[in-house]
């Protein structure tokens, strides 16, 4: 009898085959969950890291201006999707990141992916988008050329990145503002 009794006690602590299965199966669906969400946080679109590399070479290509008291010139050659510091090498005191295409950037150089095309490049009032390249240039003094530039995803979403002249900054343009842009109102 002591036998059947320790039985009872023994079964009713432990977990039967399905309660296992339930808990694993929810296991399962919350991780089936969360994977495109970490997905989409840790794989940026290619437009998306086009618009954050350009926006960096800029914002680095001020800098060294600034920090190094002499001219910067920041190069775009359209045909090749290509934005780089000029004369300045890989080595610089900028932190290493992989850009969307998988290859390490430093801020000073970036790669367009040939699925974001580039709709307008402005430097000074002058179209470059079909010129072999274009030149931007930023001052010690904070400031640089004018500059717009419109990208365009393979899903036909648009942003355009524009250059304050007086500061040196970049900003990045929505629709609303791509819009107000063509009118000649901003």
Same mark, same amino acid.
Do not use: W
């Given at each position: 009898?002591?036998?059947?009794?320790?039985?009872?006690?023994?079964?009713?602590? =432990?977990?039967?085959?399905?309660?296992?299965?339930?808990?694993?199966?929810?296991?399962?669906?919350?991780?089936?969950?969360?994977?495109?969400? @970490?997905?989409?946080?840790? &794989?940026?679109?290619?437009?998306?890291?086009?618009?954050?590399?350009?926006?960096?070479?800029?914002?680095?290509?001020?800098? $060294?201006?600034?920090? $190094?008291?002499?001219?910067?010139?920041?190069?775009?050659?359209?045909?090749?999707?290509?934005?780089?510091?000029?004369? @300045?090498? #890989?080595?610089? #005191?900028?932190? $290493?990141? =992989?850009?969307?295409?998988?290859?390490?950037?430093?801020?000073? &150089?970036?790669?367009?992916?040939?699925?974001?095309?580039?709709?307008?490049? +402005?430097?000074?009032?002058?179209?470059?988008?079909?010129?072999?390249? =274009?030149?931007?240039?930023?001052?010690?003094?904070?400031?640089? +050329?004018?500059?717009?530039?419109?990208?365009?995803?393979?899903?036909?979403?648009?942003?355009?990145?524009? !250059?304050?002249?007086?500061?040196?900054?970049?900003?990045?343009?929505?629709?609303?503002? !791509?819009?107000?842009?063509?009118?000649?109102?901003?």
């Amino acid at each position: 009898m002591r036998l059947s009794n320790g039985n009872k006690a023994l079964r009713a602590a =432990a977990f039967t085959l399905i309660e296992i299965m339930i808990v694993v199966g929810i296991m399962g669906l919350t991780v089936a969950i969360s994977v495109p969400i @970490v997905y989409k946080v840790t &794989h940026k679109s290619p437009f998306y890291a086009a618009i954050a590399d350009v926006v960096e070479v800029c914002s680095n290509a001020r800098a $060294q201006a600034i920090l $190094q008291g002499k001219v910067a010139e920041m190069v775009f050659f359209s045909q090749e999707g290509r934005v780089q510091l000029q004369g @300045v090498s #890989g080595s610089s #005191g900028f932190s $290493q990141r =992989a850009s969307a295409a998988g290859l390490k950037i430093s801020g000073t &150089h970036a790669l367009i992916s040939n699925r974001v095309s580039i709709d307008m490049l +402005d430097v000074n009032l002058i179209e470059y988008r079909d010129k072999e390249m =274009a030149r931007v240039r930023f001052y010690p003094n904070g400031t640089c +050329d004018e500059m717009t530039i419109v990208l365009r995803s393979e899903e036909g979403e648009q942003r355009g990145i524009t !250059l304050e002249v007086t500061t040196g900054l970049a900003s990045v343009l929505g629709m609303a503002e !791509l819009q107000k842009l063509r009118a000649g109102s901003l």
